[in-house]
C-alpha cells in the first residue's frame, strides 16, 4: 500500500508558516507519510480580497497579537523569532527559486526552504536579497545559477501557475495543508491534517 | 494561595466561541483554575476595521472553509452543527442578557449561555428571537424579566463598556481568553491559555 502525502503549502513572508516549515518535515517522518512542498505567493490571493498589505498590518491590532503569539510559541518550541523590517518581506525570488530547487533535488530543496525562513524569521534578514539567496542554496547544496533561472518567463510562469493551483484548491491562507483533499489552515491545524491522513 | 482565573470572552454571534463555550467549563475544572464568563460584541470592532459583515461572509472562500474546519472539528468533538440562516445571527439581545444573567447568578448565567449556543449553532435557531431567549433561560432556572431589563439603558450601557473593555484589552476577535494578562486568541489557543495560568 503506498503511503499517504502530507501537501504543505507555504508562502516565504508568512509567519505561521516558519512555524510549520520548521517542524513539519519530522512529523511527517514521525506519523510514516509522505510530503510535498508547494511554495506558492499570498500577494495576488490577498489582492483579490481588496487587501494591499498583510493583514497584520492593515489590522494593526491583529498584528500586534500575531507577533506576541508568535513569539510565545517559538519561546515553547525553542525557535529564535526576529521580526524582519519591512514586514511582511517579499517571498517572490525565494520562492520561484524554492519551485527549481525542489524540482531539482527534493530533499535538497526542502533543506534550501527551510534555511529561507531560519534566516527571514530567526535571523531577521532580507530574503528579497539575491545574495541571501545564493548564500543559502550553496549551503545546501544546490547551484546558484537557480536564481538566474528565476528571472526567467519559465520560473515567473511556473509561480503563477502555483497561485492559480492554490486558488483552485480554496486557499486564502499560509501554511495550509491538503490531506485527502481536504484543506486544513494555520500550523495549528497541521496535527489535525496529519490526523485525517492516518484515519482509515 | 488562591486559583489563578481564566477569563473567556465570547461573542454569541462567533461559530469558534461555540467551540469553546461548549468545553470551557470541564476543562478549567479539570484544572483546577476559576472561570469567568466575558460576553461582548464584535460588531462595533469589525465596524472599526472597516468591516460591515463577519469576515467569513466577506471573504467567501475563507468562509466555506470555516464551515468545513467547524463540521469537521464538531464532529471530532460529539457536537451537532446547524449553519444558522441568517449567518451571523444578531446576538447582541443574548449579550445583554448574558451580561444581566452572569451577575445575577454564575453557574446559572453560565448554563444560560451555553443553551445559547446549543440552539444557535447544534439546532440552527434564531437567537435574536425574545420568544427563544425567554425559554433558554427559564430552562436555566433564571427569570423571564431579564429581557426586559436588557432593553434598558443600564443594559444597553453594560454591554457598550464590555465592547469598550475589549478594546482596551486589545481583543479583535473571539473566543479570545486572558490569562494573567496575556490574550489568547481562538479555540485552538484555549489549551495555550491554561498552561499559561498553570506555569509557575
Request: charged share 20%; proline share 6%; aromatic share 12%.
Amino acid at each position: 500500500m503506498s503511503r499517504p502525502t502530507l501537501h504543505f503549502w507555504f508562502e516565504f513572508a508568512s509567519t505561521y508558516s516558519y512555524l510549520s516549515a520548521m517542524r513539519v518535515e519530522k512529523m511527517a517522518e514521525d506519523a510514516g507519510v509522505d510530503l510535498e512542498w508547494h511554495p506558492f505567493w499570498l500577494g495576488p490571493i490577498f489582492h483579490a480580497q481588496g487587501w494591499t498589505s498583510s493583514p497584520f498590518n492593515l489590522y494593526p491590532v491583529k498584528g500586534a497579537y500575531m507577533w506576541r503569539d508568535m513569539a510565545r510559541l517559538c519561546a515553547d518550541r525553542g525557535l529564535p523569532l526576529v521580526q524582519p523590517d519591512p514586514f511582511p518581506q517579499n517571498g517572490v525570488l525565494a520562492a520561484r527559486v524554492a519551485l527549481l530547487a525542489l524540482a531539482q533535488d527534493a530533499a535538497k530543496g526542502a533543506a534550501y526552504v527551510t534555511s529561507v525562513y531560519r534566516a527571514e524569521f530567526g535571523e531577521g534578514r532580507q530574503i528579497s536579497d539575491p545574495e541571501l539567496i545564493a548564500e543559502l542554496l550553496a549551503q545546501s547544496g544546490l547551484p546558484a545559477d537557480l536564481i538566474e533561472q528565476a528571472g526567467g518567463d519559465a520560473a515567473k510562469q511556473a509561480l503563477k501557475d502555483k497561485v492559480a493551483e492554490a486558488m483552485d484548491l480554496g486557499l486564502f491562507g499560509a501554511p495550509s495543508f491538503i490531506a485527502k483533499g481536504e484543506v486544513f489552515w494555520g500550523d495549528d491545524r497541521l496535527e489535525n491534517a496529519i490526523a485525517h491522513l492516518k484515519a482509515v
